[in-house]
T-cell receptor, first 115, second 114 residues
C-alpha cells in the first residue's frame, strides 16, 4: 500500500496474555520505529530499526516487550504477560534511508486494551 | 536530555481567527524541531520542521513556526483558522546526530468554531 499499515487496529486481551502487533512500512523505507501513546500523552519512543537490526531499543520499558524485523520490512512488536498498564495505542512509523532524522511517516496505530 | 512542553492541552478559536499553539523545548545540543498533526482516525503527519536553515519555517496548509533560540520556543501559527484545521498538534524535538528518536510533547487539541 501507499502508507504504513498496522494490524490489528484494535486488540482486546486479558491480563497475562501474549500479544503481537504487526507493522508493514512504506515500501523502500529502511528505517522503522515503534512508539506508544497513552491517553492524554504524546507518542513515546520504544525502538528503532535500521534494516533488520535494532539500532536503538532504549525506549522498551522492560523485558516483556520485544520487537523483530527479520527481513528488513515488516516488523512485529511482541508483548508477553500483558498488564493493564500496557493499554495504549502502539504507533509504527517508517522513513527513508538518509532521510533527515525525524521525518517519519506514521500508521494509524494499534489500540491495545488489557482487561 | 531533550524535552518539550506544550502550553495548553486544548485551544479553541473561531473560524478566520489567528491560530497560536505554543511549544518550548529543552535541549543540551542544537535541536531539530518538528510539528506533527493528527486528524481524527488518521496517523500523525509532518506539518513542518526546523533543521537550522531559516528560523521561520513554512509548512503545509498555511502553517508556519519560528525558531527562537533565546526563548527556546518553536510556536506554531496560522493567520486564519479553517474548520478543517481541527485536530491534535504535537511538537517534537530530536537531538542532532540522533537516529530519529523524537521526544514529543503531550499535544494540543485545536477546536475551530464556526
Amino acid at each position: 500500500g501507499a502508507g504504513v499499515s498496522q494490524t490489528p487496529s484494535n486488540k482486546v486481551t486479558e491480563k497475562g496474555k501474549y500479544v503481537e502487533l504487526r507493522c508493514d512500512p512504506i515500501s523502500g523505507h529502511t528505517a522503522l520505529y515503534w512508539y506508544r501513546q497513552s491517553l492524554g500523552q504524546g507518542p513515546e519512543f520504544l525502538i528503532y530499526f535500521q534494516g533488520t537490526g535494532a539500532a536503538d531499543d532504549s525506549g522498551l520499558p522492560n523485558d516483556r516487550f520485544f520487537a523483530v524485523r527479520p527481513e528488513g520490512s515488516v516488523s512485529t512488536l511482541k508483548i508477553q504477560r500483558t498488564e493493564r498498564g500496557d493499554s495504549a495505542v502502539y504507533l509504527c512509523a517508517s522513513s527513508q534511508q538518509g532521510a533527515l532524522a525525524g521525518e517519519l511517516f506514521f500508521g494509524e496505530g494499534s489500540r491495545l486494551t488489557v482487561l | 536530555a531533550q524535552s518539550v512542553t506544550q502550553l495548553g492541552s486544548h485551544v479553541s478559536v473561531s473560524e478566520g481567527a489567528l491560530v497560536l499553539l505554543r511549544c518550548n523545548y529543552s535541549s543540551s545540543v542544537p535541536p531539530y524541531l518538528f510539528w506533527y498533526v493528527q486528524y481524527p482516525n488518521q496517523g500523525l503527519q509532518l506539518l513542518l520542521k526546523y533543521t537550522s536553515a531559516a528560523t521561520l519555517v513554512k509548512g503545509i496548509n498555511g502553517f508556519e513556526a519560528e525558531f527562537k533560540k533565546s526563548e527556546t520556543s518553536f510556536h506554531l501559527t496560522k493567520p486564519s483558522a479553517h474548520m478543517s484545521d481541527a485536530a491534535e498538534y504535537f511538537c517534537a524535538v530530536s537531538a542532532r546526530g540522533s537516529q530519529g528518536n523524537l521526544i514529543f510533547g503531550k499535544g494540543t487539541k485545536l477546536s475551530v468554531k464556526p
